[in-house]
């Protein structure tokens, strides 16, 4: 079946640091790939997506491309703030069914 | 994009009761799906429940344990039954997108505290 790993965490950064978080996927069919940030207390939000190869997504400075080639999917950010600090999970999409890695924990320390 | 709304946002409830959690869409739907999130982990399929057949549960998960109803396009619920400690969760109902890229909307979901 699908599965999703995600690099683990948590993750501490200084402010305007540069973030990465990694993701892998296997699929058998041809999955949409998407980031998915969750604050604290609050729900989960849709950060940025790519339907195909090749396709980057992109939101709030944050940048992922789909690599079908390694199977990849990983989380970007040039420069980290202090509000950014959430719970980031990767995920894909077939058929209207997600599978959702682990997340990872980041906190952005001023 | 779908507007989710979902009854109660959280509860607090004893061992043995059993909890129905309600989801509304603005759109009418094919496919609904249910989601847990336990504390401090990942979200986890339940259920994906059509409307006018029987829900379709994952692995590790029961009808029994989690009836689940679909009476029309835009309206779900999710009951968790004879609670423990152990569902203590999120759980969150969510709906394919219109636009054919895979997209998931999700609803706000449901604090459950299981004394």
């Known amino acids: 079946g699908d599965s999703v790993t995600q690099m683990e965490g948590p993750v501490t950064l200084s402010e305007e640091a540069f973030l990465t978080i990694n993701c892998t996927y296997t699929?058998?069919?041809?999955?949409?790939l998407f980031w998915y940030v969750q604050y604290p207390g609050e729900g989960l939000q849709l950060l940025l997506k790519a339907t195909k190869a090749d396709d980057k997504g992109s939101n709030k400075g944050f940048e992922a491309t789909y690599r079908k080639e390694t199977t990849s999917f990983h989380l970007e950010k040039g420069s980290v703030q202090v509000s950014d600090s959430a719970v980031y999970f990767c995920a894909l999409s077939d058929r209207g069914k997600s599978t959702f890695g682990d997340g990872t924990t980041l906190t952005v320390k001023p | 994009s779908a507007v989710i709304s979902q009854k109660p946002s959280r509860d607090i409830c004893q061992r043995g009761t059993s909890l129905t959690i309600q989801c509304q869409v603005d759109?009418?739907?094919?496919?609904m799906f249910w989601y847990r999130q336990q504390p401090g982990q990942s979200l986890t399929l339940i259920a994906t429940?059509?409307?006018?057949?029987?829900?379709?549960?994952e692995s590790g998960f029961v009808i029994d344990k989690f009836p689940i109803s679909r009476p029309n396009l835009t309206f779900s619920t999710l009951t968790v039954s004879n609670m423990s400690p152990e569902d203590s969760s999120i759980y969150l109902c969510?709906?394919?997108?219109?636009?054919?890229?895979?997209?998931?909307?999700f609803g706000p979901g449901t604090r459950l505290t299981v004394l």
């Open positions: 759109s009418q739907v094919t496919m």
């Open positions: 429940a059509n409307q006018g057949s029987e829900a379709t549960y």
């Open positions: 969510s709906v394919p997108g219109l636009a054919g890229d895979n997209e998931q909307f």
């Open positions: 699929a058998t069919g041809y999955p949409s």
